[in-house]
């Protein structure tokens, strides 16, 4: 799984220079307004990546939440846990744990930042728009990188128009690589003390841990 493809996912709203279409503009802006209202949220996400060389494509399912710049993301084999200090990474089949310093450029998937994308680094433009199964208008917002030299050369948001809220998103990397996000349940605002976003590794019996802090 890419870094970068996941960490795209997560960056989503806040420029007007670059777009190509008032439309794209406002629209954007109305999801980001609606999202930066919420303190902490918890999510799943279906995780669709579409590999060239497999017929098949293969089907994760993600379980996060986030308070701030804090989070947790449960990939079912594999947890990553940060309190925007300390990176706890768990492989729940070794049972082995991995702890080093946060540092957010390496990080592989921050929640907080999923609704905090977009910026000056995009050009974006309204490609198309249908309507779902309950008849609700979906928008589908082309975003292009400015720097041409990025792992990815498109990303499609598919937004709920009448909900300003985000549907799904597609990311398209040069290697032919295809990741793509639906959000099924997004719940905001749920309470979560601090204490849920630090690994706590005398709760499991036997673990290996490889502390990596300098």
């Known amino acids: ?8 996912f997560l960056n989503l709203i806040n420029a007007q220079s670059n ?6 503009d406002q629209l954007l802006q109305a999801v980001s307004a609606k999202y930066k209202q919420y303190k902490t949220a918890e999510l799943s996400i279906n995780l669709r ?12 399912m993600v379980k ?14 594999q947890i990553f846990v940060s309190d925007n200090i300390t990176m706890w990474n768990f492989f729940k089949e070794y049972n082995e744990v991995q702890i080093s310093d946060y540092i ?18 995009y050009i974006y433009r309204v490609k ?15 975003l292009t990188p400015v ?21 799904s998103s597609k990311i398209y990397e040069r290697s032919g690589m295809r990741y793509t996000y639906e959000i099924n349940n997004f719940i905001p605002n749920v309470a979560l003390d601090d204490s849920f ?11 290996q841990v490889t502390d990596t802090r300098f």
């Open 128 to 142: 198309e728009e249908y309507k779902n199964v309950g008849g609700e208008q979906i928008k589908v917002i082309e």
């Open 64 to 77: 996060a939440w986030f308070k701030g710049d804090k989070f947790k993301v449960d990939l079912g084999d």
């Open 1 to 8: 799984m890419s870094v970068v493809s996941m960490v795209l």
């Open 197 to 207: 976003f630090v690994f706590q590794v005398d709760e499991y019996d036997g673990i």
């Open 19 to 24: 777009a190509l279409d008032n439309q794209a």
């Open 49 to 60: 990546i579409d590999l060239p060389e497999v017929e098949e494509d293969q089907t994760i």
């Open 104 to 121: 957010a450029e390496e990080v592989l998937f921050t929640p907080s930042m999923l609704f905090d994308v977009y910026s000056e680094d």
């Open 147 to 167: 720097n041409k030299d990025m792992e990815f050369f498109k990303i499609d948001l598919s937004v709920n128009q009448s909900k300003n809220t985000i549907v």
